[in-house]
């Protein structure tokens, strides 16, 4: 779910990712996360994979948002951002 309202960010819907909150807010949820996310391991996981920055702040939201957010609060993400 929150890949999809990443893909609606910029409104063409094409796989192209782009952060629903800023870098601080992402930094804020991690830190709420981080007593059950290992987030340097995602990072090694990732990057071993080729991902650059980039990538690797999105996946921190997801992840981040995975563990902090209820379904409905994703749902709503994704109506807010998709405006559907």
């Known amino acids: 779910g929150i890949h ?3 893909d609606c ?3 063409r819907f094409n796989s192209e990712l782009e952060t629903t909150r800023n870098l ?3 930094m804020e949820m991690m830190k709420l996360a981080s007593a059950t ?3 340097a391991e995602i990072e090694r ?3 071993e994979m080729g991902a650059d ?5 999105l996946e921190f939201e997801a ?3 995975a563990a902090l957010l209820t379904n409905a609060e994703v ?10």
């Open 4 to 6: 999809l309202a990443q």
């Open 9 to 11: 960010m910029d409104r």
């Open 24 to 26: 601080v807010s992402v």
């Open 37 to 39: 996310i290992n987030f």
């Open 45 to 47: 996981s990732y990057r």
């Open 53 to 57: 920055d980039q990538m690797i702040m």
């Open 63 to 65: 992840w981040s948002g």
């Open 75 to 84: 749902s709503d993400l994704i109506r807010r951002v998709c405006r559907l």
